[in-house]
T-cell receptor, first 114, second 114 residues
Framework: AQSVAQPEDQVNVAEGNPLTVKCTYS??????LFWYVQYPNRGLQFLLK??????LVKGSYGFEAEFNKSQTSFHLKKPSALVSDSALYFC????????????FGTGTRLQVFP | DAGITQSPRYKITETGRQVTLMCHQT?????MFWYRQDLGHGLRLIYY???????DKGEVPDGYVVSRSKTENFPLTLESATRSQTSVYFC?????????????FGAGSRLTVL
């Protein structure tokens, strides 16, 4: 079955430290992978995506993600966290059975402490 | 203003009542989606539409009805609301459904069923 997993419900990091939000996927074929962010009382916003090409993808607000095919992972990273990065982060993968749709993970809450 | 708007933003209703959540987008995007967001489940797709008069079920369609008579509008109706339908509902749109395109989300509608 196709799925995407975010193993951590919450990640805590101090401001200025690097952050990683983990995502692993299980799909057949070549995955299309996405990260979205949700700030309080707002809809989700697109951060970045991997379709093909360079395994390191750069996105909005200084975030980047590394596609690792052997580990079936697509972890979100940022070299230096800001308090304003505190939000809910969702990983998503394209549904191979119906490529019109995305399958979302359960989300990881990132808390950056000053 | 351009964008995707949802109404109402907050709604409290009683079990058995009919409720309609509205979604309007100004980009003339072909695809529109309805998701529900619940703790521990992330985002789950309820229904989606590839174009006017074309709709299809998502992961959790039971108890919901959609229509799309115009490209810009995609209302979601709960015909007889149940407590299990208490959730935050998000509408989204995308230019196409290739799976590589970015979803743009509305701000959400928080529904409480008493």
């Amino acid at each position: 079955a196709q799925s995407v997993a975010q193993p951590e419900d919450q990640v805590n990091v101090a401001e200025g430290n690097p952050l990683t939000v983990k995502c692993t996927y299980s799909v057949s074929g070549n995955p299309y992978l996405f990260w979205y962010v949700q700030y309080p009382n707002r809809g989700l916003q697109f951060l970045l995506k991997y379709i093909t090409g360079d395994n390191l993808v750069k996105g909005s607000y200084g975030f980047e993600a590394e596609f690792n095919k052997s580990q079936t992972s697509f972890h979100l990273k940022k070299p230096s966290a800001l308090v304003s990065d505190s939000a809910l982060y969702f990983c998503a993968v394209r549904d191979i059975r119906n490529t019109d749709k995305l399958i979302f993970g359960t989300g990881t809450r990132l808390q950056v402490f000053p | 203003d351009a964008g995707i708007t949802q109404s109402p933003r907050y709604k409290i209703t009683e079990t058995g009542r009919q409720v309609t959540l509205m979604c309007h987008q100004t980009w003339s995007h072909s695809y529109m989606f309805w998701y529900r967001q619940d703790l521990g489940h992330g985002l789950r797709l309820i229904y989606y539409s590839a174009a006017a008069d074309i709709t299809d079920k998502g992961e959790v369609p039971d108890g919901y009805v959609v229509s799309r008579s115009k490209t810009e509008n995609f209302p979601l109706t709960l015909e007889s609301a149940t407590r299990s339908q208490t959730s935050v509902y998000f509408c989204a749109s995308s230019e196409s459904g290739s799976g590589a395109n970015v979803l743009t989300f509305g701000a959400g509608s928080r529904l409480t069923v008493l």
